[in-house]
């Protein structure tokens, strides 16, 4: 886990930046209770958005490392069976997917003659 996130102080790291990780993570969960939003989410449409970036050509470790998210996680969302994916995910998580953009596949030559 990297120094800087949230979890690293969650674990006993006492690094400024981590506990100031922690304290913004706090905070903004804090702020989405007060808005009424809830931490957890239908995990459906990430899954469907990791289902496109796969039939766009990225692999689960391209999605993992791009999105920032475990690749143990991208593989359950990915499971062929609902029944067998997580239900709900962290509202985090769910963001940090939809952000990850499709690749953009090209159709023609790749160089213009």
């Known amino acids: 886990m990297p120094h800087g996130s949230p979890s690293c102080a969650d674990y006993g790291c ?4 981590c506990l100031s990780a922690a304290r913004r993570a706090r905070s903004r969960r804090r702020a989405d209770r007060a808005a009424g939003l809830r931490a957890r989410v239908d995990s459906e449409p990430a899954a469907d958005h990791v289902a496109r970036l796969r039939e ?4 689960a470790g391209d ?3 791009r999105s920032g998210v475990s690749d ?5 969302l990915l499971r062929p069976d609902p029944q067998r994916r997580p239900r709900r995910i962290l509202r985090s ?3 940090a997917l ?3 953009a499709v690749p953009v596949t090209r159709t023609g030559p790749a ?3």
């Not at 006492?14 to 930046?17: I, S």
């Not at 143990?72 to 359950?76: E, N």
């Open 93 to 95: 998580t769910q963001d």
């Open 98 to 100: 939809l952000g990850t």
């Open 14 to 17: 006492r690094l400024a930046e």
């Open 63 to 65: 999605i993992a490392a």
């Open 72 to 76: 143990t996680l991208i593989r359950r």
């Open 111 to 113: 160089h213009p003659a």
């Open 56 to 59: 766009a050509g990225m692999s």
